[in-house]
């Protein structure tokens, strides 16, 4: 550790540290027993996805995301989420026999069009969601865009702007580290990738793999775009990356004009023509974010008052606990972005930003290669000497963070990822190979599907309060009383809230930055 790290731990205050605040949002497909997508509607019981503020849906209406509040400790956001999963698997064990689908790679997919894009409702957000989903289709494919994940939002008081961008720099030269311990998708259905050039290995008869991957879903296979290639997106500042982001969403883009605004039928293709259709397109490991007003563009909010939170976006979901995380994975998660914040973050380079996507791309292929090497400042260093240095530099920020705790879990949640990085075979991603290989006859399927009988039958034999129960019907209801006020209250036509919404204006600060009457984003 720095002598200018120990400094700026010093001078943090107990209580910034105990401001430090999370919350998590994380995906789950839909599945049947055998291990095939679920293609019925999102569960009616479960209120609306356009409006209910924990239970709604990704890219697919069988894609069911889970979202909890923001939380002063780990242990309390854990909580919420299984409480939330709760809810949702005795709604699914009401109505048959669907389980969540455990594993970040998905299921059995059926061909990429009878993958049911999100279904929000009549009411103009509610379509533009809709078309907004049809255009990544159009763009990436659905299979794509079934991938799940969990995300860890992370925020502390008196960090500004230029902190968070610091962080982000950092984060992004680091995020090996993650991947490394707690990637969990080695393997995929061979459906997967049906008519993929890709570099996968035969494993069984309905699987491929590679032997030392860690994350398919964010490598190559995964969320990764070659369009989106072309962005130069700098994380120098704030200015910058709004600056880059403001011309992906305003630039067409010729390939997305050939696709088209509208089918010769008149239905809706896509949003727009542009190389981003609306902000959440843009894939990254971590985004800087801000809780957007009704009816106000995600960028804007950005720019007219700043950084409020970073959303990292690389976590894999861990098949081997009940809700995904484990509550060390994310203490670990608490101390890396603690150091990515204090430690020395020079600006972020052209050549930098494309050695950095070889690192994750090398990592999420073949991670638990031996003598694997990454390039750090021009320079070829072994992946487990730079890994073991990050987790060396951790071990004062545990100190701390459990003095502060009053407890020793920060300390305990770093001693198991150094035992990790010491025994591969226990990465979560050897874990899940081993399992499929010994234990379902080469078939990550079978893996699948075992898991999510397990994880399942957890769930519902944990205790079911009452009052939970009713406290989600009462949520479920006044979700869909929301749907049907937006829907009763719109006042303009669909094309023309859809030009509207993308006005270049919207982006920047001042007025017209807001459509007025609109009450979710989308």
């Known amino acids: 550790m720095t002598h200018t790290l120990k400094a700026r731990l010093a001078a943090l205050s107990d209580q910034r540290l105990r401001g430090i605040r999370r919350g998590i949002e994380k995906e789950s497909l839909r599945a049947h027993p055998e291990g095939t997508l679920a293609l019925t509607p999102h569960p009616a019981a479960l209120g609306s996805p356009l409006t209910h503020p924990h239970i709604t849906t990704d890219y697919s209406e069988s894609l069911i995301e889970l979202v909890t509040g923001v939380h002063a400790s780990v242990s309390s956001c854990l909580d919420e989420l299984t409480r939330i999963h709760q809810v949702v ?40 969601k809709t078309v907004y989903r049809m255009g990544l289709g159009h763009r990436y494919g659905r299979r794509m865009q079934t991938i799940a994940g969990i995300h860890y939002n992370w925020s502390m008081p008196g960090i500004d702007n230029d902190g968070y961008f610091g962080l982000i720099r950092n984060f992004r030269r680091h995020a090996f580290l993650p991947l490394l311990l707690y990637g969990a998708s080695p393997a995929v259905t061979a459906c997967f990738v049906a008519g993929r050039d890709h570099p996968l290995q035969p494993l069984g008869k309905d699987s491929m793999y590679l032997p030392h991957a860690t994350s398919l879903r964010m490598g190559r296979l995964g969320y990764q775009s070659e369009a989106q290639a072309s962005l130069a997106v700098s994380y120098n500042c704030l200015e910058s990356y709004a600056n880059s982001l ?30 981003l259709q609306i902000e959440n397109e843009f ?29 990292v976006r690389l976590m894999d979901l861990d098949p081997f606990e009940p809700v995904g995380i484990h509550a060390d994975t994310a203490r670990v998660l608490d101390l890396f972005l603690l150091h990515c914040l204090l430690s020395d973050s020079p600006p972020d380079t052209p050549d930098e930003i494309a050695a950095l996507g070889r690192n994750q791309n090398l990592v999420a292929a073949r991670g638990r290669e031996p003598g694997l090497r990454l390039e750090r400042r021009g320079e070829s260093v072994l992946l487990l000497d730079w890994a073991a240095a990050l987790l060396d530099a951790y071990g004062p920020l545990a100190e701390r963070m459990d003095r502060v705790d009053g407890a020793d879990r920060y300390a305990r949640a770093l001693a198991g990822a150094r035992a990790a990085l010491d025994a591969p075979d226990e990465l979560p991603s050897a874990r899940v190979l081993a ?8 078939s990550f399927l079978d893996f699948g599907r075992a898991r999510a009988r397990q994880t399942s039958q957890a769930l519902l034999e944990l205790p079911y309060p009452p009052e939970l129960a009713s406290r989600f019907e009462q949520l479920a209801r006044a979700s869909v009383a929301e749907q049907r006020h937006i829907e009763a209250t719109d006042h303009v036509s669909f094309e023309q809230f859809r030009q509207d919404y ?13 459509i007025e009457g609109e009450e979710a984003g989308i």
């Open 89 to 128: 698997y005795h709604e699914l064990a009401r109505l048959g026999s669907e389980m969540l689908w455990v594993s970040s790679m998905p299921c059995r997919l059926p061909s990429d069009e009878n993958i049911p894009l999100g279904v929000y409702g009549t009411s103009n957000v509610g379509r533009a």
């Open 246 to 275: 403001e011309e992906a969403l305003t630039r067409p883009y010729p390939p997305y004009e050939a696709i088209g605004i509208r089918n010769l039928g008149g239905d809706y293709n896509q949003l727009a023509t542009t190389l």
């Open 283 to 311: 894939y990254g490991t971590i985004r800087p974010k801000r809780v957007i007003r009704a009816g106000e563009r995600p960028l804007h909010a950005l720019r007219e008052r700043g950084v409020e939170y970073v959303e």
């Open 435 to 442: 399992a499929v290989r010994a234990q379902h006859a080469d």
């Open 502 to 514: 993308l006005s270049p204006a919207r982006l920047g600060l001042g007025q017209g930055a807001l």
